[in-house]
């Protein structure tokens, strides 16, 4: 029984928001593939030189692999194919927009792949549970280390908000930023850290990518639109972590044993 009294009463409703944080960034994406599809279609023939049929197959790709994926996972259906299918699509665009070679939205792009891994995690979970009667080896050991290893990406999203100032409230917020980043990446006391870093990025998302008050024909409107549903997609994965705990490989798993 959960003792948190805010957990008990959301532990129904918590890993629903979770889902739709989580796969906000590849729906708004898909949505854009479609009202955008001649510019992203001749932005990617232009970079890569790769002629109309490849440069339509790819927005197409995209447009109905995300919004594919968003409704297999919102209708709880095939999630783990679905979650394999937005893997390819983040590697895909990592390639193409060469994403690679920029840091910040490398480590933003490994973060949601780790809110991915919880939500594969969390579907291994329920297809186990559809098996309650057979004998098993207790907790398996490939959610075990999702769980581990979505966390770890996770917290990749936070490197990014990292300000190397020597003002005190820059320096005040990296201290307790990065305590708060490694509590979730080792796993103590992780659903209060996971929550405490939820409304921290919460605050910072709607602050900073603010894009409904800049006018729509402006790039920046764009850019930061782009940036607010990524981020709301890591608030996403660490609502999974408080719906569903760290898993086996953490402290707070340890410390039952102890």
Request: net charge positive.
């Amino acid at each position: 029984m959960c003792s948190n009294p805010f957990l008990r009463i959301t532990k129904q409703y918590l890993p629903h928001l979770a889902r739709l944080c989580l796969i906000s960034t590849f729906l708004e994406d898909g949505i854009r593939m479609w009202f955008q599809w001649n510019e992203q279609r001749d932005y990617i023939e232009a970079t890569w030189s790769c002629g109309y049929f490849l440069a339509t197959s790819f927005v197409l790709l995209n447009l109905l692999g995300q919004l594919g994926g968003c409704v297999l996972i919102l209708s709880r259906n095939f999630v783990q194919y679905a979650c394999f299918g937005l893997f390819g699509i983040i590697a895909l665009q990592t390639v193409a927009y060469s994403i690679l070679w920029d840091l910040k939205f490398l480590m933003r792009n490994l973060a949601l792949g780790g809110g991915l891994l919880l939500l594969l995690a969390e579907s291994r979970s329920e297809g186990k549970s559809m098996f309650a009667g057979v004998p098993s080896m207790g907790e398996s050991s490939p959610k075990q280390y999702m769980q581990l290893g979505g966390r770890v990406l996770l917290v990749l999203m936070f490197m990014t908000l990292l300000h190397f100032d020597s003002n005190f409230f820059s320096i005040l917020q990296n201290m307790v930023g990065t305590a708060l980043i490694i509590l979730v990446a080792i796993g103590f006391k992780t659903k209060l850290a996971a929550l405490t870093l939820v409304v921290w990025l919460l605050a910072i998302n709607v602050y900073f990518n603010a894009f409904w008050t800049v006018p729509a024909y402006k790039p920046m409107h764009d850019f930061l639109k782009y940036d607010f549903f990524q981020t709301t997609s890591v608030i996403g994965g660490l609502l999974l972590v408080v719906a569903l705990g760290p898993g086996g490989v953490s402290m707070d798993e340890k410390k039952k044993e102890w």
